[in-house]
């Protein structure tokens, strides 16, 4: 069975940073890409961060630009988003997603996998 489980969401100070984590099973890790995304209430799901099987090439929402940071450790399965420097507009269901190749890293209904989300709740 295919697993994708986030963790690391909770409530925050504006200014304040988050660790999210997102541990994968039932598929083969390190040939996916894996992507971060995001949606708040009212608002459409939106592209967050995405990285390839290897780490070096990333891709980063102009959004969080500067502020978050996607990596990945294959030998765990783990992909990880650190944000620093959260807003109150940062406040959001993330959710992790995984899919086979490396094009299409910021279209989420190209992505095959996805987690349950994990809610990050920043106060002003």
């Known amino acids: 069975q295919v697993q994708l489980v986030e963790s690391g969401g909770g409530l925050v100070q504006a200014g304040g940073s988050l660790r999210l984590s997102c541990a994968a099973s039932?598929?083969?890790?390190?040939?996916?890409?894996m992507g971060w995304f995001r949606q708040a209430p009212g608002k459409e799901r939106e592209f967050v961060s995405s990285n390839r099987w290897t780490g070096d090439s990333t891709y980063i929402a102009d959004s969080v630009k500067g502020r978050f940071t996607i990596s990945r450790d294959n030998a765990k399965n783990t992909v990880y988003l650190q944000m620093n420097s959260l807003k109150p507009e940062d406040t959001a269901v993330y959710y992790c997603?995984?899919?086979?190749?490396?094009?299409?890293?910021?279209?989420?209904?190209?992505?095959?996998?996805w987690g349950q989300g994990t809610q990050v709740t920043v106060s002003s």
């Open positions: 039932g598929f083969t890790f390190s040939t996916y890409t």
């Open positions: 997603a995984a899919k086979r190749g490396t094009t299409g890293w910021g279209i989420s209904s190209l992505y095959d996998y």
